[in-house]
């Protein structure tokens, strides 16, 4: 039975990921901050670990209590919404930290077991926010085509090694609470709106409370996509997950034949 390391459970697409692997014969590590009993189905094949990806020794700690793992999926993440001339530099380095070096520093840790092992998988979720820019998002965006850079870089190092590494592109995902919890961060935090960006910031706030037409990113849809990436060695270094990242990576293609783009895939549910 194939064991897999998940970040970030407590809630969204890490959760359901955890959940479509149990249900499929995996054994499960589901780690997050601060575990949480029946937030995932009883099972002598989950082990939930409290892990913080922002902590060094926590990884090394979480590096060591679990043993051999088949995949590392890299999941925990947080939001930034703000204007990015508002948005005290320490926000930006705290989403680095998070987005991108949390995952640096977890793929760091299983890396020679990965190695010595000569196989395994490696999933970074980052987001389709990398393939089209979006207002407000300026430090977000970056903690995540940094995170696409480095996994484009290191599948090239690893391949030698047999060990795959892929990244998942999720879309808009109103039924998860990144959202809010992105705006619940900006209000902690003390992010404000400078007063000439007011108008602007009340237009981009309008515009992400109404209504999308169209469908657009379940949990499902990233869980399905990372299932395909732990289990099909075909399957392309990027994959869009939902329907809203797939129209966007089509287009991105169609913009960038010639560039990494040709490699995006698509997980459209059926």
């Known amino acids: ?4 390391l998940i970040t970030g459970c407590s809630s969204g697409f890490g959760l359901e990921t955890a959940r479509t ?6 054994k499960v590590i589901a780690t997050m901050r601060t575990p949480r009993e029946g937030v995932l189905p009883p099972s002598e094949h989950l082990r939930l670990l409290a892990l913080d990806v922002t902590d060094p020794d926590g990884i090394r700690e979480a590096a060591a209590s679990a043993g051999p793992v088949d995949a590392l999926v890299n999941n925990a993440g ?3 919404l703000s204007v990015f001339e508002g948005t005290p530099m320490e926000a930006v ?4 930290e998070a987005n991108t070096f949390g995952a640096m520093a977890m793929t760091q840790a299983f890396l020679p077991h990965f190695r010595r092992r000569g196989g395994g998988v490696i999933v970074n979720v980052s987001s389709s926010v990398t393939l089209k820019s979006l207002p407000m998002l300026a430090a977000y965006t970056a903690s995540k085509a940094a995170l696409n850079a480095f996994t484009e870089s290191l599948a090239l190092e690893l391949a030698p090694f047999d060990v795959r590494v892929r990244l998942v592109l999720p879309g808009e995902a109103p039924e998860t609470p990144f959202g809010r919890n992105a705006r619940t961060l900006m209000q902690r935090v003390g992010i404000t709106v400078p007063e000439a960006y007011a108008e602007f910031a009340r237009g981009v706030f309008e515009r992400m409370s109404a209504p999308r037409p169209g469908p657009l990113t379940r949990p499902l849809d990233v869980a399905e996509a990372i299932w395909r990436a732990a289990n099909e060695r075909s399957c392309p270094i990027r994959q869009a997950a939902g329907a809203d990242a797939l129209a966007l990576a089509e287009a991105w293609t169609a913009l ?3 560039s990494g783009a040709a490699s995006t895939a698509s997980t459209r549910q059926p």
């Open 21 to 26: 692997f149990l249900e499929r014969g995996w």
């Open 78 to 80: 947080v939001g930034l």
């Open 93 to 96: 380095r705290a989403t680095f």
């Open 1 to 4: 039975m194939k064991t897999i």
């Open 256 to 258: 960038a034949p010639a």
